[in-house]
């Protein structure tokens, strides 16, 4: 006869791969999601969403009886405007009629108001919500700055959305005619998506936000909320991934203050969390399944992933700061230049001042 250690040894050995199996339908999640997007708040955004869909125009090109065309600049914070000096310049001297200022400023962060002139001219400050690093409520807090700015000011045709942590790589007076006026700028359009009218408005405009489709982690960014949740809306085949940070035309900030099947599969919160990061995914997913051909698929924005860590970007310092770094840093394969540049650290912006005037607004 067997003795009964051995026996519960033996049975032990075989119970192992039978645990295995059952051990993710037995054992919690690898991280407890995030919380859900609570109602009140997602009742606020759809109110919010359907007056700004309803008063604003779907016209799919800018169009030349707009006499002036604008850029709606999207500031996305949880901390100080840390670089609002340097921005200061950037606006310095600008036609007022040519952009305006929205900045959502997560509500539980208070954040110091900028003292500097452009950030008085008025109150550029949104109704704000909670916001949580990889998760849907940096989704949500987007979708709001583009539905206040749509319904702020019909003018408003570009939509660029910067970090506190984002800089100017150009003046304005660059910035604002490569986007609107320059035939060159895009080095990936054709020649009919560049041709002009004799108003000198480009016949079709493309917003730059990044759309990949090929990423080593993908397919578990895609189960991160378990491996059916996405569908049957959004099937891997489907799902990209990309820069948070874009500039986007009027006619898709429409398309996205009017989505409601996607985000319904986006605001599921993640069990992931290390793999979960909904903000590179949604805005991707969503233009590449709506309108492949209205995107660059490339961001202006440049962002150093070399030694990124727990999901954060190459942070620049003080030291590293120059004319050479900027110069570096407008360096793209896919525009004559990038428009912005993260990430840096709070203390980069004495030296980036001295650049200003040099270096990064003479171009």
Same mark, same amino acid.
């Given at each position: ?75 996305? #914070? ?58 849907? #409520? ?226």
């Amino acid at each position: 006869m067997f003795s009964t250690p051995f026996v519960l040894s033996f049975s032990l050995i075989l119970s192992l791969p039978i645990l295995f199996l059952l051990a993710p339908h037995i054992l919690p999640p690898r991280n407890p999601p995030d919380p859900p997007i609570p109602l009140p708040d997602e009742i606020d955004d759809l109110s919010l969403f359907s007056r700004a869909a309803s008063r604003s125009s779907s016209v799919s090109h800018l169009s030349s009886s707009h006499p002036k065309l604008k850029i709606a600049f999207l500031f996305l #914070t949880n901390t100080d405007l840390h670089f609002a000096p340097l921005w200061d310049k950037f606006f310095h001297k600008v036609d007022p009629n040519l952009f305006n200022i929205y900045i959502h400023a997560d509500p539980t962060a208070n954040v110091t108001r900028p003292r500097s002139p452009v950030f008085l001219r008025h109150d550029p400050f949104i109704t704000s919500k909670r916001t949580y690093r990889a998760s849907p #409520t940096l989704i949500s807090a987007t979708r709001r700055l583009l539905a206040t700015a749509l319904l702020d000011d019909p003018s408003n045709s570009f939509f660029a959305l910067v970090s506190q942590y984002c800089i100017p790589l150009h003046s304005f007076r660059y910035i604002y005619h490569s986007l609107f006026a320059s035939r060159s700028f895009d080095l990936t359009s054709s020649e009919s998506d560049s041709d002009s009218t004799q108003f000198g408005v480009r016949v079709r405009y493309k917003s730059f936000v990044e759309v990949i489709s090929e990423e080593p982690r993908l397919w578990k960014r895609y189960t991160a909320r378990g491996r059916y949740k996405m569908m049957p809306e959004v099937p891997f085949h489907k799902f990209r991934v990309g820069s948070q940070f874009f500039i986007m035309t009027r006619k898709h900030a429409l398309l996205v203050i009017k989505d409601r099947s996607l985000w319904r599969k986006f605001k599921v919160p993640c069990y992931r969390s290390d793999e979960c990061y909904p903000e590179e995914h949604y805005f991707p997913t969503l233009l590449s399944m709506q309108d492949p051909d209205g995107v660059t698929h490339y961001t202006l924005t440049r962002v150093n992933w070399t030694g990124t860590r727990n999901g954060h970007p190459y942070t620049y310092r003080p030291t590293e700061v120059s004319a050479i770094l900027i110069d570096r840093l407008r360096q793209s394969n896919y525009s004559s230049s990038y428009l912005f540049a993260r990430k840096f650290t709070p203390d980069c912006l004495t030296p980036l001042l001295k650049l200003a005037d040099s270096v990064i607004f003479r171009d």
